[in-house]
Each structure stands twice: as structure tokens, then as C-alpha cells.
T-cell receptor
Framework: GQQVMQIPQYQHVQEGEDFTTYCNSS?????IQWYKQRPGGHPVFLIQ?????EVKKQKRLTFQFGEAKKNSSLHITATQTTDVGTYFC???????????FGSGTQLTVLP | DAGVIQSPRHEVTEMGQEVTLRCKPI?????LFWYRQTMMRGLELLIY????????DSGMPEDRFSAKMPNASFSTLKIQPSEPRDSAVYFC??????????????FGPGTRLLVL
């Protein structure tokens, strides 16, 4: 199935600093989804990107889809302790279009 | 809506025992997924159902694992016999799939399984 590489695996930032996680694919993606999982919680859908070069914002979060639709990024401006968790990208694969998740980026925000 | 419901939330058992995990998807959803999450392997898809029919169980680790979906509102994942390496968080997720991509998956709270 479709594979995505997600980096970095871990990121520690001081509260107020910015944070970015990246997903890369060797093949063109139809679309990509992003999920957030709080410590001890379950993955929660954040957003879906479909169009080449698409940029979407949710408050301090900015999501981008590459022009070639092979990569995507999630950027958080001025992190807060509430941003702590693991961020996953996910892509559709297989004939039944099931989601395949990236390995995730675990974000720690130091107060 | 109550969301995806899973039970039990925590399970501690001894090696060799049978474990049954339960899931109730969101009403009206026609696809159901079972995932396993560990530190080493991340979030792995085990099996999924469309309209109660298993579509792909290639992610099921071995014959000790089995899953059923007898109706649209209930699914089970069974491990028999359980082993310590089965210790993980097991998530159930559901979605309403029409055509193409783009459907959001909704995850349950998970079952934290510890096999001693």
C-alpha cells in the first residue's frame, strides 16, 4: 500500500516556539489527512488536503500540500502546552481506500 | 452522538488466556477498522470491514487473531491464546464511505491490553 515517511520522530520546543512536521511520499497522493493524538488519547481528525499547493489554516496551525502532491507539512505557530501530542499524516491506499498512517511526530512543549 | 464505543477500556490478562475486545461504531457508518498501536510499530491496520464484510485482514498478525462483525453496530476482535507481545492499545474506528476518498475516520478511545 501507499507509504509515507514522516519526520521528525520527536520534537521538543519551548513554549512560544514554532513547530513543523513533514510527510513525504515517493508517489503522487490523491489527498492527505492529518490527525492529532493527545497523550493517552486516540487519533482525532484535524484536516484533509486535496488540491495541489493547497494551504489551509486552523488558528495557529497551517497545513500545506505540495505542488506535486507528494509531500505535506503541518506548521504550528507559537506553540502552547495544549499542542502536546503526536501528529500523524495519513493517506489512502488499497482498492477499498483504507488509511495508512505515517509514523507520527511526537511534540513536547516545555513551559 | 456517542462516538465510537470500545470495551473494555483496560484489560490485564495472563499469557494463554482468551481476550475479546468490543466495538460499537457510530450509527450509520458503513466501514469499521481495527488498529493496533505500539511504540515500536506505530499505528497498524489489522482488519477492516465494509458493510459488515471483512475486506482485508492482511494486517492480522497471525491465526491467534480473529475479528467478526455480525451486524452494523457491533464488532469483536479476539486473541486466543494471548501472548505478552500482544500488549498494545487497540483502536476501533469507523467512517461513512460513499465513493472515492475523503471520508473522516472516527476513532474510539481504545482498549489498553496488557498480557502478563
Amino acid at each position: 500500500g501507499q507509504q509515507v515517511m514522516q519526520i521528525p520522530q520527536y520534537q521538543h520546543v519551548q513554549e512560544g516556539e514554532d513547530f513543523t512536521t513533514y510527510c513525504n511520499s515517493s508517489t503522487t497522493l490523491s489527498n492527505i489527512q492529518w490527525y492529532k493524538q493527545r497523550p493517552g488519547g486516540h487519533p482525532v481528525f484535524l484536516i484533509q488536503l486535496v488540491k495541489s499547493g493547497e494551504v489551509k489554516k486552523q488558528k495557529r496551525l497551517t497545513f500545506q500540500f505540495g505542488e506535486a502532491k507528494k509531500n505535506s507539512s503541518l506548521h504550528i505557530t507559537a506553540t502552547q502546552t495544549t499542542d502536546v501530542g503526536t501528529y500523524f499524516c495519513a493517506v489512502f491506499s488499497g482498492s477499498a481506500r483504507q488509511l495508512t498512517f505515517g509514523s507520527g511526530t511526537q511534540l513536547t512543549v516545555l513551559p | 452522538d456517542a462516538g465510537v464505543i470500545q470495551s473494555p477500556r483496560h484489560e490485564v490478562t495472563e499469557m494463554g488466556q482468551e481476550v475479546t475486545l468490543r466495538c460499537k461504531p457510530i450509527s450509520g457508518h458503513n466501514s469499521l477498522f481495527w488498529y493496533r498501536q505500539t511504540m515500536m510499530r506505530g499505528l497498524e491496520l489489522l482488519i477492516y470491514f465494509n458493510n459488515n464484510v471483512p475486506i482485508d485482514d492482511s494486517g492480522m498478525p497471525e491465526d491467534r487473531f480473529s475479528a467478526k462483525m455480525p451486524n452494523a453496530s457491533f464488532s469483536t476482535l479476539k486473541i486466543q491464546p494471548s501472548e505478552p507481545r500482544d500488549s498494545a492499545v487497540y483502536f476501533c474506528a469507523s467512517r461513512f464511505r460513499v465513493t472515492g476518498d475523503g471520508e473522516t475516520q472516527y476513532f474510539g478511545p481504545g482498549t489498553r491490553l496488557l498480557v502478563l
